[in-house]
């Protein structure tokens, strides 16, 4: 009988397992499922190369905050290519993968709303939900995939969503990764946010009180009425353009904390110990702890010197660059593979 609890270290955790077949290439293939609401999403579903081992474990690639592609990119701007590279590691691993382009970006541009009314409920935090969580099912009923070997790994904003879909119950992910994911409601982290920013930027003890209290009256208004309030100030209208009010109105009220308690399956939470949008000490020790409750294989592993992006980085360096951190790629593969093989189940025990 062998238990591990979660682990929560700056050196890398050592898996001791037989890892899943080793692929010399991924194959990918273009795919077209219905999201919520009837929308149409394009991603790409990409399989390790080896017939024989089919139907593959899988995993469904969720990405972050934003304009961000399926492969983790807001192009021309920031390239990260994190979802891609996950995808192609993982596949090396024997396990395959889908992630996809958001409701109405790239590849599904064509169905975003003109009429304001509309883009602001085609927007809405459940439907990004619910658009993982039919991606979710759709995984699972693909021929090349067993249905039963099938988790979520979600990035920051993606890592919400994840923990969405097992705390409403509808779908049971077999396993839960998150990658730089918020351990506390939204609001707090957009104030640490804010509040960062403003200190790189020089900004006076007064010019930061302004903008945060700004912030708190504007999330405030925000959850009681889900309206953005006309009178956003310049600097924080980037983040809270008019037609988000119902996104951020269930969005800030959202626990990742809660959901990850009442989720019942194995989790892994990834994070760098450089990350400059989600806290190592606020975010990623709240979730660390709930998992040392747990006797289930859960684990947790903080990266030293690792952006949020997941990528080696000096302090206060965004790390949009470079590949996957080895420590994190071989944390991430090697718990997988474990709590998809076939064995898995015995070994738990």
Do not use: C
Not at 17 to 44: H, I, Q, Y
Not at 281 to 289: G, M
């Amino acid at each position: 009988m062998h238990r591990v609890s979660a682990v929560v270290s700056s050196l890398l955790f050592l898996v001791l397992s037989v890892p899943l077949a080793v692929s010399a290439a991924p194959v990918e293939r273009f795919v077209m499922f219905e999201g919520a609401g009837g929308a149409t999403l394009a991603g790409l579903l990409t399989l390790p190369d080896d017939d024989d081992e089919a139907p593959f474990p899988a995993m469904l690639l969720l990405q972050g905050s934003g304009p961000t592609d399926r492969d983790g990119n807001q192009l021309p701007e920031v390239r990260t290519n994190l979802l891609r590279q996950l995808a192609r590691n993982l596949a090396d691993a024997g396990i395959a993968t889908l992630r996809y382009d958001k409701r109405g970006m790239h590849a599904n541009a064509k169905e975003l709303p003109q009429d304001f009314d509309a883009l602001r409920a085609f927007v809405a935090w459940e439907n990004f939900v619910g658009d993982a969580e039919r991606a979710y099912r759709w995984l699972a009923a693909d021929s090349s995939i067993d249905g039963e070997r099938v988790g979520i790994a979600g990035h920051s904003e993606g890592g919400l969503i994840a923990l969405s879909i097992a705390q409403q119950g509808g779908s049971s992910p077999k396993v839960l990764v998150l990658l730089s994911t918020p351990g506390r409601p939204f609001g707090a982290v957009i104030a640490d946010q804010l509040t960062g920013l403003m200190e790189r930027q020089g900004a006076t003890d007064a010019q930061q009180a302004e903008i945060l209290s700004a912030d708190q009256r504007i999330r405030a208004a925000v959850v009681a009425t889900g309206e953005i309030p006309d009178d956003v100030p310049p600097g924080l209208q980037p983040i809270y353009p008019q037609y988000l009010g119902r996104y951020y109105q269930s969005l800030l009220q959202f626990d990742p904390a809660k959901a990850l308690e009442l989720y019942d399956g194995p989790s892994l939470v990834l994070a760098g110990g450089n990350d400059l949008q989600v806290s190592p000490e606020r975010d990623f020790r709240p979730l660390s702890a709930i998992l040392l409750a747990k006797d289930n294989g859960s684990a947790a592993f903080i990266a030293p010197g690792v952006s949020h992006n997941l990528k080696l980085a000096a302090p206060g360096e965004s790390g949009f660059e470079g590949l996957i951190d080895a420590g994190i790629d071989a944390e991430l593969n090697g718990w997988l593979s474990q709590m998809l093989n076939d064995e898995s189940a015995a070994f738990w025990k």
